[in-house]
């Protein structure tokens, strides 16, 4: 797939959506939590059926420890986003957006995009379109969060609009970037490990909070299902 189309789509999913959600505001919380729910799962499905895959084609011990990187490096980033970058907030009581949560998204956001580059010519180039249809998915429930939640903590709607731009032209930077740092290409299969960690991560951590009081949800359960089914579906597509 074209890189222009590739950065338009990252983009645009994520600016439209986000700016969507400034101006309406949600009325339906448990859709939000079982939109959430499904691509949480469809993104587990997909680091399992196809990530995980890929980065021990050639098996290599070092590969398991950069996934372990990955996954640790997304601990650290938690400690800053707060639940920020996958479509939880803990604010402690504090109703304003600090800082270090918004820069926190923003480096996640560099850094899961950049294995698309990497992807480019590689034997599985397949993988690539997985990857970026996964990455949406994961986006847009954050994007929906983020909008809504700038749009009530922000008088000024311009504010809110500057969050959202920044958010979503930070995908389209680490793949521009990815595509410029030569050694990222040497290395595509430990760093493409990195990313799969950080999926890892992202993706148990919203099947497990979407799981309130250790309650059997059955939309949830349901939604969660359809992603992994979806996951499935198109694994076998391919």
């Known amino acids: 797939m074209n890189t222009i189309v590739v950065q338009s789509i990252l983009f645009f999913s994520s600016f ?7 101006n309406i505001s ?3 919380n448990k859709f939000y939590k079982n939109l959430l729910s ?3 799962a469809f993104l587990f499905g997909l680091t399992i059926l196809h990530f995980i895959p890929e980065v021990f084609h050639d098996f290599q011990p070092m590969v398991g420890i950069w996934i372990l990187l990955g996954f640790s ?3 650290v980033i938690e400690f800053l986003t707060q639940g920020l970058d996958h479509g939880h907030y803990h604010s402690g009581g504090k109703h304003k957006l600090s800082t270090s949560a918004i820069i926190g998204l923003f480096v996640h956001s560099i850094f899961e995009a950049s294995p698309l580059a990497v992807h480019e010519g590689h034997h599985h180039s397949d993988t690539s379109e997985y ?3 996964g990455l949406v998915l994961h986006k847009i429930p954050v994007a929906i969060f983020l909008g809504t939640i700038v749009s009530k903590l922000f008088t000024k709607k311009t504010y809110a609009y500057l969050i959202i731009l920044g958010f979503s032209l930070m995908a389209p930077l680490g793949l521009l970037l990815a595509q410029e740092i030569e050694f990222l290409h040497q290395y ?3 760093f493409m490990a990195f990313v799969v960690g950080i999926f890892l991560y992202i993706s148990t ?3 497990y909070e979407i799981n309130e009081n250790h309650s059997f949800n059955t939309y949830k359960f349901i939604a969660i299902i359809i992603g992994f089914t979806v996951a499935i579906l198109s694994s076998l597509a391919g």
């Not at 439209?16 to 400034?22: H, K, P």
């Open 131 to 133: 990857f970026l249809w």
């Open 16 to 22: 439209v959506v986000g700016v969507l959600f400034i």
């Open 38 to 40: 499904f691509s949480g």
């Open 73 to 75: 490096f997304q601990i």
């Open 205 to 207: 951590t919203i099947l």
């Open 26 to 28: 949600i009325t339906n």
């Open 188 to 190: 595509h299969q430990f």
